[in-house]
C-alpha cells in the first residue's frame, strides 16, 4: 500500500518562509493529480493547492501568489514553497492524490508565529 510522508514543517515568524515535502513509497506521482491540505483543530481539512500530472497548478484564494506548488515524478515526491507566511497559515499540512484514493499521513505542522 502506498504511503505517503509529509516533512519540512516548523515554527517560523510572520513573513518567514517553509518548503513542505511530500514523499510517496509508490509510483503515484505520475499518475494522479496530487494535493497540499491543512486542517486546523476543531475545522475540515481544505485543500490549498493543487497541481495535476501535466503540471497545471491551482491555488485556494488565502494562499494564491503567497504558496507554489511542485512535483517531481521521478523522485515520486511534492513540494510546497510557502512564503510571506501569516498567523492563520498555521495548521497540520497534509498531501493526498486527487481524488484521495491513499491513507492520510501524519501531516507536519506548520506554526507561524512571532
Known amino acids: 500500500q502506498v504511503q505517503l510522508v509529509e516533512s519540512g514543517g516548523g515554527l517560523v515568524q510572520p513573513g518567514g518562509s517553509l518548503r513542505l515535502s511530500c514523499a510517496a513509497s509508490?509510483?503515484?506521482?505520475?499518475?494522479?493529480?496530487m494535493g497540499w491540505y491543512r486542517q486546523t483543530p476543531g475545522n475540515q481539512r481544505e485543500l490549498v493547492a493543487r497541481?495535476?500530472?501535466?503540471?497545471?497548478?491551482n491555488y485556494a484564494g488565502s494562499v494564491k501568489g503567497r504558496f507554489t506548488i511542485s512535483r517531481d515524478n521521478a523522485k515520486n515526491t511534492m513540494y510546497l514553497q510557502m512564503n510571506s507566511l501569516k498567523p492563520e497559515d498555521t495548521a497540520v499540512y497534509y498531501c493526498?492524490?486527487?481524488?484521495?484514493?491513499?491513507?492520510w499521513g501524519q501531516g507536519t505542522q506548520v506554526t507561524v508565529s512571532s
Open positions: 493526498n492524490t486527487l481524488p484521495n484514493t491513499v491513507p
Open positions: 509508490g509510483s503515484i506521482f505520475s499518475i494522479y493529480a
Open positions: 497541481i495535476t500530472n501535466g503540471g497545471t497548478t
